[in-house]
């Protein structure tokens, strides 16, 4: 039978006491997975040296030891440098006591034994363990973050640095700064990943410091950046201001943890860099809409030319097939041309260029209805239009929506006069416009399938169109963070609901 090659790693053991070193170094032999290169030292000074001269993959480290204790020995290493990424320590007493083993894991220890309960069982499955995280970290190079600390006390300053560098998934790289204005000057100058803020610093506070960020960050047409605020206040209205201000999380400094400190940049400085893939994103969708719009329909605009062309120049020795086809061609490739059109429309949705503001619902209608005057005149339609409350919203998008609406309940309608009527009803929590026809009836079972995409009840010659329309209007009372539905009315016709939040109650 061939046995499996073991792996190799490098341990130091910072031992005061003989009998336990060679106590360690023969369990350790008998490990199954590695084969060890093992170092000792009986002092924290020659651990330190040994440590900067030849860095282990791992360290056995007693906590009684002759010049400092095993938790002012993890402080020793957390202050290395910038680039100090926490190693793999396993801490080994003889005192069994539940705060030191809760102080040597927040300071970065990875796993705590009791000397009297040490066995070559219990050591080798914590270095093991050690080593595994080791392996994860290395296939995954280690992120470095810059953090810039606006904090006007400098042991809270230092207590950030050590907590962040405590942990083995991230490095990082710190500025520091103790009053807001020089937390200004210094974002402008190094742009760093991440900010922890102060609320109370000596100049002005925290949320006055969002503010002016804002500012210079919409005057540079740049995004807010991310930040962290700090505090020794638990007040909810500080936190909830914090936040409307531009600030991704409000932590209490009374209750800081490496976990909870770690995982707040952490999830901020992620949050950043996706809003960074999706501007990259939004970049490549402007680009294939541009490809759509005019490379693709271009060849479509000369096709119907070349028809015309070819009809006019021919029209005498045309038979009637032969111009039915071209008339079949003509309908077909401006069939395509409205469907590019309206899947242009349905994506655009995504990256609606404007900002929500105070909207006037009767002049949102008004120009739905300016957009299809020909047809509804076409059609000998009536619109009448109630009373419309005024919503905080995208005003094109809301035309876009009873655009599509009002044509629809026009043309799937076999009344001699199709009816269109516009209403709406307010109360504490949301806003309901109702967009009501007497046109056909829609089953309800319906209901899902028809706010997909391409999604149609009739053949395209009884009821012509893309199949988008109802696709774009839940895309759009999506955005507004709404929902629409829609009920058949008894004796004929369809109803559409749509609720959307009553921001102003709110």
């Avoid at 202050?79 to 040597?104: D, H, I, K, R, W």
């Avoid at 995004?223 to 909810?236: G, K």
Wanted: charged share 25%; aromatic share 8%; hydrophobic share 40%.
């Amino acid at each position: 039978m061939v046995m499996a090659k073991k792996k190799f790693a490098k341990i130091l053991v910072v031992e005061d006491n003989a009998i336990d070193r060679e106590s360690y170094r023969r369990l350790l032999f008998r490990n199954d997975v590695y084969d060890f290169e093992i170092r000792e030292c009986d002092s924290g000074a020659a651990a330190m040296d040994a440590f900067r001269q030849d860095r282990p993959d791992c360290i056995l480290l007693d906590y009684n030891l002759p010049d400092v204790d095993g938790i002012e020995f993890l402080s020793a290493m957390q202050s290395e440098g910038p680039n100090y990424v926490m190693p793999l320590v396993v801490m080994l007493t003889g005192q069994g006591t539940s705060n030191v083993a809760v102080e040597a894991l927040r300071r970065g220890a990875t796993d705590y034994l009791v000397k009297n309960s040490i066995n070559s069982d219990t050591l080798n499955q914590a270095v093991n363990k050690a080593l595994s995280s080791l392996v994860s970290t290395v296939e995954q190079p280690v992120k470095k973050s810059t953090v810039l600390i606006v904090d006007h006390n400098s042991q809270d300053r230092s207590t950030y640095q050590r907590l962040l560098r405590e942990s083995t998934k991230s490095a990082f790289l710190f500025s520091e700064v103790g009053s807001a204005a020089e937390g200004i000057a210094e974002f402008q100058r190094s742009d760093p990943d991440c900010i922890l803020l102060e609320y109370q610093l000596p100049d002005f506070d925290g949320l006055e410091f969002l503010s002016k960020l804002t500012e210079i960050q919409n005057k540079a047409n740049q995004p807010m950046p991310v930040v962290v605020m700090l505090s020794r206040q638990a007040s909810e209205a500080i936190a909830v201001e914090a936040m409307k201000r531009g600030a991704m999380d409000y932590l209490l400094k009374d209750e800081l943890t490496r976990e909870t400190l770690h995982r707040s940049v952490a999830v901020a400085i992620e949050k950043q860099s996706l809003i960074a893939r999706l501007k990259q994103k939004e970049r490549e969708f402007e680009q294939f809409s541009y490809a759509v719009a005019h490379d693709l329909q271009a060849p479509l605009r000369r096709t119907r030319s070349f028809c015309a062309l070819l009809v006019e120049s021919a029209s005498q020795s045309l038979q009637g097939d032969e111009k039915l086809y071209l008339e079949l061609i003509d309908q077909n490739v401006g069939a395509l041309q409205q469907m590019i059109h309206d899947l242009l429309g349905y994506y655009s949705i995504d990256h609606v260029n404007e900002s929500k503001s105070n909207v006037d619902m009767h002049a949102v209608v008004q120009q739905a209805l300016e957009n299809l005057a020909d047809y509804i005149a076409e059609r000998r339609a009536v619109v009448e239009i109630l009373e419309l409350p005024p919503i905080f919203g995208f005003r094109s998008l809301l035309v876009l929506l009873f655009q599509n609406l009002i044509q629809n309940g026009v043309k799937f309608n076999q009344s001699g006069i199709p009816r269109v009527q516009i209403a709406a009803e307010v109360n504490a929590k949301y806003v309901q416009f109702s967009v009501q026809d007497n046109g056909i009836c829609i089953d309800i079972q319906h209901m899902k399938r028809l706010f997909k995409p391409f999604q149609r009840l009739h053949t395209q010659a009884e009821y012509g169109g893309s199949g988008l329309g109802l696709a774009i209007c839940e895309k759009a009372v999506r955005m507004h963070d709404g929902y629409i539905w829609f009920d058949s009315m008894q004796g004929g016709g369809t109803v559409f609901h749509i609720r959307l939040p009553n921001w102003e109650s709110v």
